[in-house]
């Protein structure tokens, strides 16, 4: 199934919201500390139309089909590590597909418009970067598939 992607704009910000709390729903099945507060809904609104739209280190990719948004990515533009020759790249949040969407290409049609729009940054972006939640195997598979490898891993102790 092929989708329309485009750059969200300030008229998505509440059908993001769903498809934000599909993604939130999904990481909080791995680690519950990612449901979201009371208040998220107005916080993500805000953070969306004031660091997302019309930025130039960051935009949201939707996915529409049948009339509505089905597919969201997040990318932003991070800067190069002050001591490592880690070099300015791409860093991919909030990658979600609707269930009754996904297996069909649309999670690659958003990966795609992220490379494209990072490949032609300023900057001189040539690598991009995802976290996937510990658990989430299915999301391993996906991103190892379409030839993303696996760089560090991030432990934490409770105090």
Same mark, same amino acid.
Request: charged fraction near 30%.
């Given at each position: 199934? /092929?989708?329309?992607?485009?750059?969200?704009?300030r008229?998505?910000? !509440?059908e993001?919201?769903?498809?934000w =709390?599909?993604?939130?729903? =999904?990481?909080?099945?791995?680690?519950?500390?990612?449901?979201?507060?009371?208040?998220?809904?107005?916080?993500?609104?805000q953070?969306?139309?004031?660091?997302?739209?019309? !930025?130039? #280190?960051?935009?949201?990719?939707?996915?529409?089909?049948?009339?509505? +948004?089905?597919?969201?990515?997040?990318?932003?533009?991070?800067?190069? $590590?002050?001591?490592?020759?880690?070099?300015? $790249?791409?860093?991919?949040?909030? =990658?979600?597909?609707?269930?009754? #969407?996904?297996?069909?290409?649309?999670?690659?049609?958003?990966?795609?418009a /992220?490379?494209?729009? +990072?490949?032609? $940054?300023?900057?001189?972006?040539?690598?991009?970067?995802?976290?996937?939640?510990?658990?989430?195997?299915?999301?391993?598979?996906? #991103?190892?598939?379409?030839?993303?490898?696996?760089?560090? $891993?991030? #432990?934490?102790?409770?105090?």
């Amino acid at each position: 199934m /092929a989708a329309q992607v485009r750059p969200a704009n300030r008229e998505d910000g !509440s059908e993001l919201i769903e498809l934000w =709390h599909g993604f939130t729903d =999904h990481l909080s099945q791995y680690d519950d500390r990612y449901e979201h507060k009371d208040e998220a809904n107005e916080r993500w609104l805000q953070y969306f139309e004031n660091q997302l739209l019309d !930025s130039k #280190y960051g935009t949201v990719f939707v996915a529409e089909a049948d009339d509505d +948004l089905v597919g969201v990515l997040e990318v932003r533009v991070v800067g190069d $590590h002050p001591i490592f020759r880690l070099k300015d $790249h791409g860093y991919i949040n909030g =990658h979600y597909v609707k269930d009754g #969407y996904r297996d069909t290409g649309i999670g690659k049609q958003l990966l795609d418009a /992220a490379a494209e729009w +990072l490949r032609d $940054h300023p900057r001189g972006i040539d690598f991009c970067r995802v976290d996937v939640i510990h658990g989430d195997e299915n999301a391993v598979s996906v #991103y190892e598939d379409l030839d993303f490898e696996p760089i560090e $891993h991030v #432990y934490e102790y409770e105090l």
